[in-house]
């Protein structure tokens, strides 16, 4: 029996893109080990590592955290995944890091969630919360009974500074400008499978079926109908 190589995955979308679910679906189905920057930031920031502290400084001063810091974080933790299929998520940010990514490993596939930033920003706008119980209603798919109103205590909802339109179109202009050169160096190479829509449950089964000709579903009960 030949045993498939072992797959080298990275996903990228912007932020409220659906990257969460997708990732949380692919480990799900096909076992992979996920590596998230952003996860492996807040537990070295939280166990006060070398880089952890190092990270904080620059994020405490509302600056980028600089390449071969964010290298050397999850090329450190990559070291220990060689038998394991895996997915990195939001590493790599910038060419720098992609590269320096190349020498360490041969990646196989970049699944990019192309969502439109008109669909992320109704997505993300569309959020309000109740600050005293952290109630959260969202416009679309779960709006309080009265608009602006709390449906328990009848006070005012408000919208955190994350969700107001002008943060949303900054956060996805930032994005934008920052990966755009790295889907490029992707696509130079042939690795780079993007996937259109407005839906996540719509994107998803496209997904699936691509991952399914590089690996088994190890989710038995769900393999006939992926979810």
């Not at 990732?23 to 492996?40: E, T």
């Not at 993300?124 to 969202?138: C, D, F, K, Q």
């Not at 994005?175 to 449950?201: C, H, I, W």
Request: glycine share 6%; net charge neutral.
């Amino acid at each position: 029996m030949v045993v498939p190589p072992l797959l080298r995955a990275v996903i990228m979308g912007p932020p409220g893109s659906g990257k969460g679910t997708i990732s949380a679906r692919i480990i799900k189905h096909f076992g992979v080990k996920h590596l998230s920057s952003g996860d492996l930031l807040r537990d070295n920031m939280q166990k006060k590592t070398e880089v952890g502290i190092l990270a904080k400084s620059y994020i405490d001063q509302g600056k980028l955290i600089p390449d071969d810091i964010m290298t050397q974080l999850m090329l450190n933790e990559i070291k220990g995944l060689d038998q394991y299929n895996w997915l990195l998520d939001g590493f790599p940010r910038t060419v720098a890091q992609a590269e320096a990514l190349d020498k360490e490993c041969c990646i196989d596939t970049v699944i990019d969630l192309d969502v439109p930033f008109e669909t992320i920003k109704c997505r993300l706008t569309a959020r309000w919360i109740h600050p005293a119980s952290g109630r959260v209603y969202n416009l679309e798919f779960s709006p309080p009974k009265v608009q602006g109103i709390d449906d328990v205590t009848g006070e005012p909802l408000v919208q955190r500074d994350d969700d107001k339109p002008e943060t949303v179109s900054k956060r996805l202009q930032a994005y934008d400008a920052q990966t755009k050169p790295v889907l490029e160096y992707y696509r130079k190479k042939g690795l780079l499978k993007s996937f259109s829509g407005t839906e996540t449950n719509k994107i998803w089964p496209h997904i699936y079926a691509f991952l399914q000709t590089k690996l088994p579903d190890v989710s038995q009960k769900d393999a006939v109908n992926p979810r």
